[in-house]
């Protein structure tokens, strides 16, 4: 599979994507349980998209990684598609992207991308929101 056949609300996603940018982390409380956010870019031959990382997923994905998104869902925020791990969905680094990042980013480290303004209520859907034992609620 590949960016570019992707849809909004297509679910058993299975794309390998590198990770060419990486927002800051926000936190949230929802159902009473806190949550960690940020929205990276990334991309394949065929295109880019915007990639929610929930969590630990968070800490373990870097700008410059290759990973292999199994069971992910694509969702839809602001008119924008964004590609999300979803209630069941496993993200796995592979490797390292062949992706020049200095021509991506002003950096390949961790970089600050535009986010929805902090008055803005974030989509957050409960099945994104992980328990202390890792177990979804």
Known sequence: MQIKDLKPKQGNVDIIIDVVDL????????????????????????GDIKLTLW?????????????????????????????????MGKLEVI???????????????RTNIPMESDEEELNVEEEDIEDSDNEEI
Not at 23 to 46: L, M, S, W, Y
Not at 56 to 76: F, P, Q, S, W
Not at 97 to 102: A, E, I, K, P, Q
């Open 23 to 46: 927002g800051i982390p926000r936190e949230f409380q929802k159902f009473g349980k806190p949550g960690k956010v940020a929205t990276a870019i990334a991309k394949d031959e065929t």
């Open 95 to 109: 490797g390292k992207s062949d992706v020049d990042l200095s021509k991506e980013t002003s950096s390949p480290i």
């Open 55 to 87: 969590n630990e997923d968070i800490e373990r994905i870097n700008a410059g990684d290759k990973v292999h998104l199994t069971n992910g869902y694509v969702n839809e925020w602001q008119g924008e598609m964004q590609l999300t791990t979803g209630r």
